[in-house]
């Protein structure tokens, strides 16, 4: 286990705001920094994070804790995996009270598919560098390319010999298991029990997180196998989901923050080209189609996008499709096209880099020019095709969700196409207007359904009183010690657009040990027992449930504890054993679908939704004290109002209404 005195030194050391900013975009916003949640899709920044307090909340989500407790929720790290992290990004050494077992015990799932995924990374990276087939064959390719040796060591490059099983025989060698090969898509098992490398004979390109983790692969053919895919990436799996992966993204994350712009290409080499020549801003879709996801995750860094695209009709065509899904986003689109036979791969290779940076600059153009020039050539003075093509730059004025840029590029449009403003205004009014009139329809019915709702639902009153909260507290302690290790699926709720473009709360189901997510619910909101002897008890206890992975015994953590807390939890254990779930009725705390024993994600669910009510309601009333007359209380009654928000999003997840 991990020292206490190493933990405090983390947490003493490690700055909420320098390991969030790696992850989200933070602009300063008073005493705090404010950003885009990574956690739900929204256009209003509602996630915070206080240096001063060494705290992150997001309001969209409810979220919120440590900066340990964000590593958790966002690369979904175990508490150690966490404070080791954050120990490597500090250069603090680890101390450990004694030899973990870990490492002897199979990891979970996921882990182990991040772990094997990572062992073939390097496997096929020294088999480039070292092996004579790969020196021969894949390192020939790439220096061919123009990649310099420092350029394939940081991007990972690696080759895949041609051999059916040479991959797979050396990770089973090295003792990873054939599921995990086989989940991660890196072996292929057939009928008959034989397995085969799936990226045999292929120049191999890693694909990492924003946070730097393997996820997955691209691979190259360089033989002339007409029947192959000339590019294979990974199946999609518990780690990789291509939709929501952008190549580079790990190494370019810092110089889009800093430049305020990324650059979006289609494929591998343009990335690691660009980058060579001093151009660090750059992502790639991997040859797909651009999708929200990948949007988003550019919208975490920067509001602007240059999509650069080799001239080709059909990646030209590809590029107005992604364009309209980026302004629905609320992002600044420009796009950047290259010569004849040129593509950005092969120009950044012959130009110097301020000949690159001066085309990229001098060339990139507003999406309504580019459209305009792009369809015009289609239209070919067809005044039929004029038309459509007018409205369809319309159409994507319509995505904008800013007003103002609206009407700009009305008159933008109105200039290039020698058409009366007044007429694209007319039509982009019926379009916005046709959106409105389709969302309202949708708020009507839901406006329906939630009063519905209130009508079946329980009223329950959350001012707070000291024997609740007693109550509550120790009810946590109790779910805690009796089923701490307990692994369930609970059920979280985040915001996504659907198909017609709206917000809608979609659920998702979480597999969590309990003592995890009371763990991180309780971090959420700042929450601190009020009584001493809980408080005691919750650290001591949380503290062993991080450390110690595998299923341990209630004598085991009987051991962990101190003698004044042993005490406490064998009455609480004793108690539970008397008492009945009736006594939340004694405590006018009643619960929606009580009636028969609840499940226990259920009651810890309810438990925490609960306690988290009451102290959220506490922290209302003291904002509410610190609003003065003739002042600017725009800060705090806009956290007010978050907070209302979060209030009554407990309320709908308990299926009941929260009054004052």
């Known amino acids: ?190 009928e008959d029990g034989k397995h085969f490398d799936r990226f045999k004979g292929r120049v191999m390109f890693p694909i990492q997180s924003l946070s730097g983790r393997n996820l997955g692969f691209g691979g190259r053919i360089l033989n002339n196998d007409k029947k192959a895919a000339k590019y294979l990436n990974s199946p999609e799996s518990e780690i990789y989901h291509k939709s929501k992966v952008l190549y580079g993204i790990f190494h370019a994350k810092q110089a889009i923050a800093k430049q305020n712009n990324c650059y979006l290409v289609e494929g591998y080499t343009d990335v690691i ?61 420009k796009v950047c096209t290259f010569p004849d036979g040129d593509d950005p791969d092969s120009f950044a290779k012959k130009n110097s880099y301020e000949d690159l940076v001066f085309h990229l600059e001098n060339n990139a153009k507003d999406f309504i020019q580019f459209k305009a020039s792009l369809l015009m050539n289609e239209a070919n003075n067809d005044p039929i095709k004029k038309a459509d093509l007018i409205r369809d730059m319309v159409v994507s004025i319509s995505k904008i969700p800013d007003r103002i840029k609206r009407e700009i590029y009305i008159q933008e449009t109105s200039r290039i196409m020698d058409i009366s403003e007044q007429v694209l205004l007319n039509t982009l009014a019926q379009l916005v207007q046709k959106d409105i009139s389709e969302a309202g329809k949708k708020l009507k019915q839901e406006y329906k359904g939630l009063e519905a709702v209130k009508d079946k639902a329980e009223v329950i009153n959350i001012h707070p009183k000291v024997n609740r909260l007693f109550n509550l507290e120790k009810d946590v302690i109790r779910i805690l010690l009796v089923n701490g290790n307990t692994v369930l699926n609970f059920e979280d709720y985040f915001l996504k657009k659907n198909d017609e473009n709206e917000l809608i709360e979609e659920k998702e189901i979480v597999n969590s040990s309990v003592s995890r997510r009371i763990y991180l619910s309780l971090q959420e909101d700042e929450i601190e027992f009020t009584t001493e002897s809980f408080k005691n008890i919750y650290t001591e206890v949380i503290s062993y449930y991080n450390q110690i992975e595998e299923n341990t015994s209630f004598d085991n953590l009987l051991m962990y504890l101190s003698e004044n807390s042993v005490n406490d939890v064998t009455s609480i254990i004793m108690e539970y054993d008397k008492e009945s779930l009736s006594n939340w009725e004694g405590q006018n705390i009643f619960v929606a679908l009580r009636e028969s024993k609840p499940k226990i994600n259920q009651d810890v669910t309810e438990t925490i939704l609960t306690l988290r009510a009451i102290l959220v309601k506490s922290i209302i009333i003291d904002l509410m004290a610190q609003v003065l007359p003739e002042a600017d209380n725009t800060e705090v009654m806009q956290t007010i109002q978050d907070y209302n928000t979060l209030l009554n999003s407990f309320a709908e997840k308990l299926g009941r209404v929260i009054i004052n």
């Open 1 to 190: 286990m991990i020292t206490r005195e190493t933990i405090d030194k983390v947490f003493e050391t490690a700055r909420v705001e320098e390991v969030i900013g790696n992850f989200v975009q933070l602009k300063r916003a008073g005493s705090n920094y404010k950003g885009l949640s990574p956690f739900s899709d929204e256009r209003s920044p509602s996630f915070m994070v206080s240096p001063v307090k060494q705290i992150w909340k997001d309001f969209s989500s409810g979220k919120g804790g440590s900066v340990v407790t964000f590593l958790m929720e966002h690369e979904h790290f175990t508490y150690p995996e966490a404070i080791r992290f954050l120990a490597n990004k500090y250069n603090i050494e680890i101390e450990e009270t004694e030899v973990s077992q870990e490492d002897k015990i199979e990891a979970n799932e996921k882990e182990s598919m991040y772990l094997v995924s990572e062992f073939a990374k390097t496997y096929f990276h020294e088999t480039l560098l070292n092996s004579e087939e790969g020196k021969a064959i894949g390192l020939s390719y790439f220096k061919e390319r123009g990649f310099t040796n420092e350029t394939i060591a940081k991007f990972g490059l690696g080759y895949s010999p041609e051999s059916w099983d040479a991959f797979t025989k050396e990770a089973l060698g090295k003792g990873y298991q054939l599921e995990f090969l086989e989940k991660v898509g890196l072996t292929i098992l057939r």
């Open 273 to 333: 080209q660009l980058h060579q020549a001093g151009i660090e801003n750059v992502v790639a879709s991997s040859g797909t189609a651009l999708t929200p996801d990948q949007i988003r995750l550019i919208n975490r860094l920067t509001k602007n996008i240059t999509v650069l695209f080799d001239g080709d009709a059909a990646g030209l065509r590809a590029s107005v499709r992604g364009i309209d899904l980026i302004l629905e986003e609320g992002m600044n689109v």
